[in-house]
């Protein structure tokens, strides 16, 4: 199961994300916004992003203007790795190397076609683990308080 939110200024994008899982049969959970009035970023962020956390979803599509505030707002959740991509190698390598469960995407940065291949990619690729893992250790290290240095 995944995730989608946006905020008002992603919310076309998220509307043309939702037709591409439906085309691929992938299940989702859209947790708002539900129109284009505004809407404020964080508040999906953190709801997607709890979903994540919790085990409800196993990864999470997040869209705003940039894809950056929104990314922003989806890492101050505990256990969440989001990465904002606007290219097709960042997607597949935040999840290969990063074992990002969050992807952010800026509906005023790329087109809808552009984001339902870095959905593609960023859904079907895995994580590689070996020395990836140290490094994602060493991610959620510091996310508990710890010092790496």
Request: hydrophobic letters at 40%; charged letters at 20%; a positive charge.
């Given at each position: 199961m995944i995730a989608i939110g946006s905020d008002h200024a992603g919310f076309p994008l998220k509307e043309e994300i939702k037709k591409y899982l439906d085309e691929a049969k992938i299940e989702y959970i859209d947790v708002g916004c539900y129109t284009p009035e505004r809407f404020d970023y964080?508040?999906?962020?953190?709801?997607?992003?709890?979903?994540?956390?919790?085990?409800?979803?196993?990864?999470?599509?997040?869209?705003?203007?940039?894809?950056?505030?929104?990314?922003?707002a989806a890492n101050k959740?505990?256990?969440?790795?989001?990465?904002?991509?606007?290219?097709?190698?960042?997607?597949?390598?935040?999840?290969?190397?990063?074992?990002?469960?969050?992807?952010?995407?800026g509906d005023r940065v790329i087109g809808a076609g552009l984001a339902c291949e870095l959905v593609e990619v960023f859904l079907n690729t895995e994580f590689e683990g070996g020395r990836h893992a140290t490094r994602v250790d060493q991610i959620m290290a510091i996310e508990n308080g710890e010092k790496l240095y």
């Open positions: 964080a508040i999906s962020a953190q709801k997607a992003c709890d979903k994540v956390a919790a085990g409800e979803c196993d990864k999470a599509i997040l869209c705003c203007g940039t894809g950056v505030g929104i990314s922003m959740v505990k256990g969440i790795r989001a990465c904002c991509c606007s290219d097709y190698f960042s997607a597949k390598y935040t999840r290969a190397h990063n074992d990002a469960n969050v992807l952010c995407m």
